[in-house]
């Protein structure tokens, strides 16, 4: 497969997927209801952010598969992948917040891990992963706040 290729079949995993469970999984009036913390920032937020984030992850997962398809580092890939898609149907279709803390909980470490992996041999992917980590530490802090507020 050309490198055109993979880098669009990535591209639509990653923003299709997020896209789907994006609109299936939309919040709704039970999270318009729930008491949130103060730095819980305005909804309109939330879609440019994962949309950078989403072309980062992507990018990051073409230049794995390319490298090593079966690598412990595409492994990682695909477990954060996993837990990335099931937070929001845990959270808002569940409505499940603790058992949200503990699926975001395992997203932050395997980006953690993924970052340590990758630090040596592709840093362009640990460097592209930084924001990511930022943005599920910060969805960490948020969602412990939630669920301890309700």
């Known amino acids: ?49 994962w949309t950078v984030l989403y072309v980062l992850i992507a990018m990051v997962g073409w230049r794995q598969f390319d490298t090593d398809r079966s690598s412990t580092a595409m492994k990682l890939w695909w477990a954060q992948m996993g837990l990335n898609f099931l937070w929001s149907p845990t959270f808002f279709v569940l409505q499940m917040p603790w058992v949200a803390l503990v699926v975001i909980v395992a997203l932050l470490t395997v980006i953690v891990v993924f970052i340590a992996e990758v630090r040596y041999t592709d ?28």
Do not use: C, E, H
């Open 1 to 49: 497969m050309s490198n055109w290729l993979i880098r669009i079949a990535f591209l639509a995993l990653v923003m299709g997927g997020g896209i789907l469970i994006g609109t299936l999984t939309a919040p709704g009036d039970w999270y318009a209801q729930l008491s949130k913390p103060a730095f819980n920032p305005p909804n309109w937020i939330f879609g440019p952010v």
């Open 123 to 150: 840093r362009v992917s640990a460097l592209a992963f930084l924001p990511y980590l930022a943005w599920v530490a910060f969805a960490t802090a948020l969602n412990l706040s939630i669920s301890i507020l309700n």
